[in-house]
């Protein structure tokens, strides 16, 4: 049986869309915010809980609004996503800093490692040799948008843990070492997020989660970075520009939900 369109919404709760509305395009309401109790809006309002109700879910299911039931939850207004483009080599912060969101991280751990055989692969170096690894979460408007988990040869790069890693690493290491990324090569898949992702990354065990396995090379085609990153779908919003035949620029954005597993770097 095909589902039943939803009722619409009579004068009160309509106009009680339209105003919560109105402060969420204007940005008095910010993306990720938490609106107040049912019973407090309702009296802002001057309607009835349900009419509220009503109101909130029209909201809902537009994509302006997203309710979480359970201890902590609520009615959160819906961040805008970060749209995470394919076709630029540029650090996380100065992208999210052109959208206009307020980029920050939390440095999670790190250490130098042996490289395990994916990473001494991915960078060109022996089995064993010593790697930096570094952990990290990134926020956009101060909530979690992504984990990072990035590994750099540490012989090239001999001090990289006692520099500030809560910035872009791609602009300490043109600073410091004089080497920039040149070219990228970035595997994407859609993985489930398992118990520990869900809790640094502020969102449901199982959920969607966009998998980047990225190997970064220099100029010379020397490899500088192995990572795994995982931002959060309903966050982020994928882009890649290509050229046709004659060299006309095309643009795609792509949103997957789908499930499956992550690998890790190890």
């Not at 004068?11 to 910010?30: C, K, N, Q, T, Y």
């Not at 049912?38 to 509220?52: F, I």
């Not at 990473?119 to 909530?143: E, K, Q």
């Not at 600073?175 to 040149?182: I, L, N, S």
């Amino acid at each position: 049986m095909a589902a039943l369109p939803p009722d619409p919404l009579g004068p009160a709760a309509d106009d009680v869309r339209r105003r919560l509305l109105e402060r969420i395009r204007s940005g008095d309401l910010r993306g990720g915010e938490r609106l107040g109790a049912e019973r407090d809006l309702a009296v802002e309002y001057g309607v009835s809980r349900s009419t509220l109700r009503q109101a909130l879910s029209a909201l809902e299911g537009q994509g302006f609004l997203r309710r979480t039931p359970g201890r902590g939850g609520g009615t959160f207004v819906t961040a805008a996503k970060v749209s995470r483009d394919l076709s630029r080599i540029v650090g996380l912060p100065a992208l999210l800093r052109d959208q206009g969101f307020f980029a920050g991280t939390r440095v999670l751990s790190a250490a130098v490692v042996a490289a395990d055989d994916a990473t001494a692969r991915a960078l060109g170096v022996a089995p064993g040799a010593y790697v930096h690894d570094v952990v990290r979460i990134r926020l956009a408007d101060g909530a979690p948008i992504s984990l990072e988990h990035a590994r750099f040869p540490a012989a090239r790069f001999p001090d990289l843990l006692e520099q500030s890693l809560g910035g872009s690493i791609y602009e300490l290491l043109a600073a410091r070492y004089g080497v920039e990324p040149a070219e990228a090569e970035e595997q994407i898949e859609v993985v489930e997020a398992a118990g520990d992702e869900a809790a640094v990354l502020g969102t449901a065990q199982g959920a969607a989660l966009l998998a980047i396995t990225r190997t970064t090379r220099d100029e010379e085609g020397i490899p500088l970075e192995f990572s795994y990153d995982l931002f959060r779908a309903d966050r982020t919003a994928i882009t890649v520009r290509t050229r046709g035949p004659r060299g006309t620029a095309l643009s795609a954005g792509a949103r997957e939900q789908a499930s499956g597993r992550p690998r890790r770097p190890r």
